[in-house]
């Protein structure tokens, strides 16, 4: 898995304001996305990401 910090992803879930794009804002065991809809943050378990991952739309 090629993810690097300010890279967009597309998750194959959407956030509750209708958004399916976050921004990684930090990486390690755990991910912090930020949600490109409404700024929201949140800490989610690298499996999950990986597990949901639908693209990279845009590399940093």
Same mark, same amino acid.
């Given at each position: @898995?090629?993810? =690097? +910090?300010?890279? +967009?992803? &597309?998750?194959?879930? @959407?956030?509750? #304001?209708?958004?399916?794009?976050?921004?990684?804002?930090?990486?390690? !065991?755990?991910?912090?996305?930020? #949600? @490109?809809? #409404? =700024?929201?943050?949140? @800490?989610? !378990?690298? &499996?999950?990401?990986? &597990? =949901?991952?639908?693209?990279?739309?845009? &590399? !940093?």
């Amino acid at each position: @898995m090629d993810i =690097n +910090v300010g890279d +967009v992803v &597309k998750l194959k879930k @959407m956030h509750p #304001c209708g958004s399916q794009e976050w921004e990684v804002l930090r990486i390690g !065991a755990d991910f912090r996305l930020k #949600c @490109m809809g #409404c =700024n929201h943050q949140i @800490m989610i !378990a690298r &499996k999950l990401v990986e &597990k =949901n991952l639908r693209e990279i739309l845009k &590399k !940093a």
